[in-house]
Nanobody, 126 residues
């Protein structure tokens, strides 16, 4: 079971990136998915989450209105569209899957999630 995050890179402030998280080894269509990030010297923080059917999303206040999480269960893939990027968005971005199937609530706590991917680096220059 593996989650592969991709799409990171170097972008100027105000630019956009689209991250993808592809799952292999099993289907995550019944599980909420989350994006987290960790900047150098800082703790991992919640960025966004989407419920198993893709009808409910949750965002950290710092990214609300700029980032959009979505999923395509037919492709076993979750996306994070990041617009109006700021230097403070610089971090390694990780995707992860909820451990509770068909959960009715979205959880922002990292320990609730499993199957963490290897992360993709996002660097925003000023």
């Amino acid at each position: 079971v593996q989650l592969q995050a991709s799409g990171g890179g170097l972008v100027q402030a105000g630019g956009s990136l689209r991250l993808s998280c592809a799952a292999s080894g099993r289907s995550f269509s019944g599980y909420a998915m989350g994006w987290f990030r960790q900047a150098p010297g800082k703790e991992r923080e919640f960025v966004a989450a989407i419920n198993w059917i893709g009808s409910i999303m949750s965002y950290a206040d710092s990214v609300k209105g700029r980032f959009t999480i979505s999923r395509d269960n037919t492709k076993n893939t979750v996306y994070l569209q990041m617009n109006s990027l700021k230097p403070e968005d610089t971090a390694v971005y990780y995707c992860a899957a909820d451990t509770v199937k068909y959960s009715s609530t979205l959880v922002r706590s990292g320990p609730r999630y499993a199957y963490w991917g290897q992360g993709t680096q996002v660097t925003v220059s000023s």
